[in-house]
Every structure is written in structure tokens, then in C-alpha cells.
């Protein structure tokens, strides 16, 4: 696929994408995110189009940013580069406008707001059970946004969700098939 379409969602670009990282640094301009772009071995990447009327592809999640702040560095803007080519965006009805904490590789815990998610298909490590990760993406109340998986997000709904989570719980690693049972069972 290589490119959908995300809902469309205002932001600002840091200039110094814009200019190589040469010069722009600490300037935004406004924008409208309205694609997802991914290769593999890259950060998440979108498609914007400028105030100007200038159309970019390929902006790096760290380059872009819900308010103007200070830049995240890249390692804490995402947790895993795309899978592939083949993927699926959707903004899920149900965690709309939740708010939710992430936590980072440098242990920090940021604040944020749900915008979409985006979920791999039709690559090797999307069909491994421990393996594969969504993209939820993210727009952090500092700023900038983030893509991080389901098991680095607690969500907050105070109607009905406590936060807690189970620190023992494991990520499962095995398939589930009726058919394929084989696939599934431990090997004895």
C-alpha cells in the first residue's frame, strides 16, 4: 500500500525539515497531515500539505507536532520503524478522543490524546503473535506527536477506567486456528 489516507488533522511541520535541517530550527509551519506514508526500516512518515499550498511527502513523525514545542528526540517519537509496505490506517470509534499516558524508552511518562491508528499486514512480523504492534499515533499535550504500541499506552476514561495495569501480564505468543490447530500447539 505504501500510502493511505489518515483523517485529516491540522498540526505544524518543524522548518528544519524543510530545509534539510540547514536551518529552521525552532520554526513551524502550519499544515494539514492527511496521509500515512510507510517504508520499511523508516520512522512513520506522512504526507502534508503547507499553508503555502505546498504539498510534502514523507515527514517524519518527529517532524511533526500538534502545537509549536520543543523538538522529541526520534527514539522517543516511536518505538518501532514501519513493519512494510502493506498496512491499514483507521481512527477507531472507540478510543476517540481518549486520553491516554505513554511511556517512553527513557521511562518517562507523557500525556496525550488519541488521533488514528495504523495496524501492519502482509509482512512477516505482523503475523507473529508477540511480535506484531500497532501504531497508535498519538498527539502528546507538549506537542509533538508519537506512534507507540498497545503494550506502552494505559488510556484513561474516568466514567469507567481505572488504570492499573497487571505488571505480570505476558504478551501471548501463540496463534489461535481451528483448522491450522498444528500451527498452534507447543511442540512436546
Known sequence: MLLGET????CFVRNEF???EKRGHGEFTAAVVFAFRAEPARVPMFQVMLDSGAQ???V???MICSQPCDPL???QSCWWDSYGYDFTVVALPFLKGHAVTALGRDKQIRKGNYLFTVDW???GW???PDQHKNHHIIALESGPWIAYPNNRLVWHDPSWITPAPNREWKTPTRSYSVEGKWLTEEKK
Open 18 to 20: 524543510l530545509f534539510d
Open 121 to 123: 499486514m502482509k509482512t
Open 73 to 75: 528526540p526520534i527514539e
Open 56 to 58: 510534502w511527502a514523507r
Open 7 to 10: 483523517p485529516y488533522l491540522s
Open 60 to 62: 517524519p513523525i518527529h
Open 126 to 128: 505482523s503475523e507473529v
